[in-house]
């Protein structure tokens, strides 16, 4: 079988780069390309590609953000996603994106290949180099946070966007006892703010960014207006593992 892969990508090179994978190996063929978020949903849906392998960072958009809409919306389309780095919060990002793979691009050819190969038969599960590892220090940092029943509370009615005084109202709580909570999970997160909370939150796990307030920048806003704590408050390729879905 031929896999058709369809490439998104800002950088010249690393689309040049896999074109000439492609080339070297008949059982995969480029289908099409484009450089931009806005471009891809329209060029994937005509040409119906096996295979996306999608920059994590695009010119126009997130890339990460595009892989969850296109699996939501073809939960048989393998999606590799391709990032200038490979540290663990891209990793998993891409894992909680629902991509099939996860690749960096200063992997191994051969690495590149089995991605592509494996979101080709196995779209619905993740493969990724260093994602037992990676796994393993999310589970230690959400064991370290251990936030309890009420402090998981507030950060999702933080990330919902809700000033301190509406999730006083939410949870039926004093104002002064929903700012104590509120410090107290910047405390432990180590943020001084609600995006640094939010953005500290999304990267262990302990929320995801497809929930409530897509943007923690804007549900900083909550805080300016509606009375929270201030800035100064308390605050399968060889190594690689596979995660079915």
Known sequence: ???RLVIVDGHTLTRFGLRQLAAAHPDIAIAAECDSAALAPPMIGRECPDVVALDATLPDGDGIGLARELRAAQPGLGIVLLASRGDDDVLLRALDAGASAFVAKTAPLDEVLAAIRHAAVAPGSFTATGLATALGRRRAARDRLALSPRETQVLRLLRDGLSVPAIAAAMFISQSTAKTY???????????NRAQALMTAMRHGLITADQGAADPLAAQDADRSGGGPADGAARPVPGAAVLGA
């Open 182 to 192: 509120v410090a107290r999970l910047y405390d432990k997160l180590g943020a001084a």
């Open 1 to 3: 079988m031929t896999i």
